[in-house]
C-alpha cells in the first residue's frame, strides 16, 4: 500500500490549486524557525490504536498523524474515515502506509499492535509472538524517527516496554509503557464514587504490574489534598482491610468486565494514552504512573525491569520518580510484583 494524503492537486496534470487559489502578500518574512511541528505515529489500528487517533485528533495534540498497520484495506478505510471528518476536527495532516517511511521525524511514536492469543495458547508462547512481532517494528520506528519517544501500550505492556527499550538501543528516559495509568484512573474513579465527589479531585496511584500484581498505594490516597487514611484514623473511623482490597480488586477486573461486555477496551485506553502524549508533546511535567524502568527504586532489584511508578514526563520523557513515602507493605508488594514480571522476561532469552 503507497503513502495516502490529503493533496490539493486536481485536474490533469495535477494542477496545484493551493498556488493559485491565493495571492502572496508583498514583503513577507519567511515561516518562524522556531515554530515546532508536532507528528505523532501510532503503530496498529485496531480498536485501542483507533480510540487513541480519534482523542489525539479532537484534543488538537498533533500537526500531523502517521498510522501503520499490516492490514492495508483496513488502515486505507481508517485513514479515509478519519479524514473524511476534517470540517469538524482541528486541522492535522493525516497519512497512512505499511511502510515505516510515513512515520519519519516522529515526536512520539505510539505502538498498539499486537498479536491476539490462540485458543488453548499459552500466555508465554503469546508473548514471545508479540516479541517477534515487536522485532519488525521497533527498529524501523528507530530507523526513520532516531529522536522520537516511544511510548508502548501494547500488552502485556510491561514487559513489552522492556522489550522495545532493548530493540531500541535508547535511553531509559525515552522508552514509556502506558502501565497502570488507566488503572489509576479507575481506582480514582471507584475512590469518587464512594465519596461522592469529583474524581480529578482525588489523588491515587496504582503501581507496579499492569496485571493481577499489581499495588494499591492506600497510605497515599488524597481528597482534596486531605490524606484519606489518616483522617479516618484522627475521626476513630475504622476502615476494615477487606474494603481495600474489594475495591482494588474492582479495579483490577473492570477491564475484564469490559471485554466481556462488550469484547474490547477501546475509549479509556485511547483518552488515557492521549492525556500522556498531551503531557509529553506539551511538556507540562506532570506526574503519570507509568511504566518505567525500576531498577534502584524503592528497593527492587535482580535485574531490568519496567513496571509502573509515579514519573514525572516532560518533552524529554521521563524526568525522574517521585518520591512517594511507601509503607512496608506496600514496598514488598511492588518487590513482589517487580519478581513476577522479571520471572517472565527471564523466559524470552532477550
Known amino acids: 500500500m503507497q503513502k495516502s494524503t490529503s493533496s490539493s492537486s486536481f485536474g490533469p496534470g495535477g494542477l496545484d490549486l493551493s498556488q493559485t487559489f491565493f495571492k502572496s502578500i508583498s514583503n513577507t518574512a519567511p515561516p518562524s524557525p522556531t515554530k515546532r511541528h508536532t507528528k505523532i505515529s501510532v503503530i496498529g489500528v485496531g480498536n485501542v490504536g483507533m480510540a487513541i487517533a480519534q482523542t489525539i485528533l479532537t484534543q488538537d495534540l498533533a500537526d500531523e498523524l502517521a498510522l501503520v498497520d499490516a492490514k492495508?484495506?483496513?488502515?486505507r478505510g481508517e485513514m479515509l474515515d478519519l479524514q473524511?471528518?476534517?470540517?469538524?476536527?482541528?486541522?492535522?495532516?493525516?497519512?497512512?502506509?505499511?511502510?515505516?517511511?510515513?512515520?519519519?521525524?516522529?515526536?512520539?511514536?505510539?505502538?498498539?499492535?499486537?498479536?491476539?492469543?490462540?485458543?488453548?495458547?499459552?500466555?508465554?508462547?503469546?508473548?514471545?509472538?508479540?516479541?517477534?512481532?515487536?522485532?519488525?517494528?521497533?527498529?524501523?520506528?528507530?530507523?526513520?524517527?532516531?529522536?522520537?519517544?516511544?511510548?508502548?501500550?501494547?500488552?502485556?505492556?510491561?514487559?513489552?516496554?522492556?522489550?522495545?527499550?532493548?530493540?531500541?538501543?535508547?535511553?531509559?528516559?525515552?522508552?514509556?509503557?502506558?502501565?497502570?495509568?488507566?488503572?489509576?484512573?479507575?481506582?480514582?474513579?471507584?475512590?469518587?464514587?464512594?465519596?461522592?465527589?469529583?474524581?480529578?479531585?482525588?489523588?491515587?496511584?496504582?503501581?507496579?504490574?499492569?496485571?493481577?500484581?499489581?499495588?494499591?498505594?492506600?497510605?497515599?490516597?488524597s481528597v482534596g489534598g486531605v490524606p484519606v487514611l489518616s483522617f479516618l484514623e484522627r475521626q476513630q473511623i475504622a476502615l476494615e482491610k477487606e474494603t481495600l482490597e474489594k475495591i482494588h480488586k474492582e479495579v483490577v477486573q473492570c477491564a475484564y468486565e469490559v471485554i466481556g461486555l462488550k469484547g474490547y477496551t477501546s475509549w479509556a485506553i485511547g483518552y488515557s494514552v492521549a492525556?500522556?502524549?498531551?503531557?509529553?508533546?506539551?511538556?507540562?511535567?506532570?506526574?503519570?504512573?507509568?511504566?518505567?524502568?525500576?531498577?534502584?527504586?524503592?528497593?527492587?532489584?535482580?535485574?531490568?525491569?519496567?513496571?509502573?511508578?509515579?514519573?514525572?514526563?516532560?518533552?524529554?520523557?521521563?524526568?525522574g520518580v517521585t518520591n512517594v513515602h511507601l509503607t512496608d507493605e506496600e514496598t514488598q508488594q511492588l518487590k513482589n510484583s517487580a519478581k513476577t514480571i522479571l520471572e517472565v522476561q527471564c523466559q524470552l532469552g532477550i
Not at 72 to 75: E, F, I, N, P
Open 72 to 75: 492495508s484495506d483496513k488502515l
Open 275 to 319: 492525556n500522556l502524549a498531551r503531557t509529553i508533546l506539551r511538556d507540562q511535567r506532570r506526574i503519570h504512573p507509568v511504566s518505567v524502568l525500576a531498577k534502584g527504586f524503592y528497593g527492587i532489584d535482580g535485574g531490568d525491569v519496567f513496571l509502573s511508578l509515579p514519573a514525572q514526563l516532560s518533552r524529554s520523557g521521563v524526568l
Open 84 to 221: 473524511h471528518a476534517a470540517a469538524f476536527l482541528p486541522r492535522t495532516k493525516i497519512q497512512a502506509s505499511m511502510d515505516y517511511s510515513v512515520t519519519s521525524g516522529s515526536d512520539l511514536c505510539i505502538v498498539t499492535a499486537g498479536a491476539r492469543q490462540n485458543p488453548g495458547e499459552s500466555r508465554l508462547n503469546l508473548l514471545q509472538r508479540n516479541v517477534a512481532l515487536f522485532k519488525s517494528i521497533v527498529p524501523p520506528l528507530v530507523k526513520y524517527s532516531p529522536e522520537t519517544i516511544l511510548l508502548i501500550v501494547s500488552n502485556p505492556v510491561d514487559v513489552l516496554t522492556y522489550v522495545a527499550w532493548k530493540l531500541s538501543g535508547f535511553p531509559a528516559n525515552r522508552v514509556i509503557g502506558s502501565g497502570t495509568n488507566l488503572d489509576s484512573s479507575r481506582f480514582r474513579f471507584l475512590i469518587a464514587d464512594h465519596l461522592d465527589v469529583n474524581a480529578q479531585d482525588v489523588q491515587a496511584y496504582i503501581v507496579g504490574e499492569h496485571g493481577d500484581s499489581s499495588v494499591a498505594l492506600w497510605s497515599g490516597i
